[in-house]
């Protein structure tokens, strides 16, 4: 489906990722869990489109809208320094647009878990990087811009088995998790859209690589880092999701 944001202003249209079992984490054949399905955002947010949540809810600018620096020249470009609490507070109004659209009041928009985002790169297959296994087509990612991301429906080449477009190598992406060493370890077969958390640790996790990368395993699927919730950087966005309200929702945590 598409969202409608405001005027003349086109959201990315939502692809449906379906509920079933997936693999998880870098320890492929070991861990499935299974996952209610979801919508997913086809690109990662523009600064088109978080500009008008910023002229809407009076929310601050990214740095980078008020300076327009060379690694952020055009709208359709991903929106980057952008924080936890930024990409949070994003869901929370793109959410309110929604339920304005919808009469689905049962359903909501968040960030991606980690389970989420890894699922629409693979799809319940495993493979190791979302286009597949990429033996063919690896030097493709590095056809791109140097020194700044590519517009998000620029991404050809960075294209994964569900149709979700820069999940290999364009701007890294917040995910909803607390951060955990090995969030293999905490799940089973038996947890359903599992959320994981860390009381020892503030940090959130993100996934993805960035436009300056050139190693091949930050390409990978299982590639993580961590953020405090207030950090940002110019190779830092989002990209939401949209689901149902599930009973079953879980949040585990790492003591």
């Not at 984490?25 to 209610?36: F, R, Y």
């Not at 740095?63 to 990409?87: G, K, M």
């Not at 030097?139 to 020194?147: A, D, E, P, S």
């Amino acid at each position: 489906f598409s969202l409608l944001i405001g005027d003349r202003v086109s959201c990315s249209k939502f692809i449906y990722i379906p509920e079933g079992y997936s693999f998880f984490g870098d320890s492929l054949g070991d861990i499935k869990i299974q996952l209610s399905g979801f919508y997913i955002q086809k690109t990662e947010v523009s600064n088109k489109e978080f500009l008008k949540f910023c002229q809407e809810t009076s929310w601050q600018y990214p740095e980078h809208l008020i300076r327009r620096d060379s690694y952020s020249t055009h709208d359709d470009q991903p929106v980057v320094n952008v924080s936890f609490i930024d990409a949070s507070n994003y869901c929370k109004w793109l959410n309110s647009k929604y339920k304005k659209s919808s009469s689905k009041e049962q359903w909501k928009c968040l960030l991606p878990s980690e389970a989420q985002w890894e699922k629409a790169c693979r799809l319940g297959f495993p493979f190791l990087y979302p286009q597949g296994e990429l033996s063919h087509n690896f030097n493709t990612l590095f056809i791109r811009k140097q020194g700044e991301p590519e517009k998000v429906m620029r991404l050809s080449h960075d294209i994964a088995v569900s149709g979700v477009m820069g999940l290999g190598g364009n701007v890294s992406e917040w995910c909803i998790d607390g951060w955990t060493d090995k969030p293999e370890n905490l799940v089973s077969k038996r947890d359903i859209d599992p959320i994981l958390s860390n009381k020892k640790d503030t940090r959130k996790v993100i996934k993805g690589t960035t436009y300056f990368s050139n190693s091949p395993k930050e390409f990978q699927i299982y590639y993580r880092q961590a953020r405090e919730p207030g950090n940002f950087d110019k190779a830092l966005g989002l990209r939401p999701v949209v689901f149902t309200k599930n009973k079953n929702y879980k949040k585990l945590i790492s003591e």
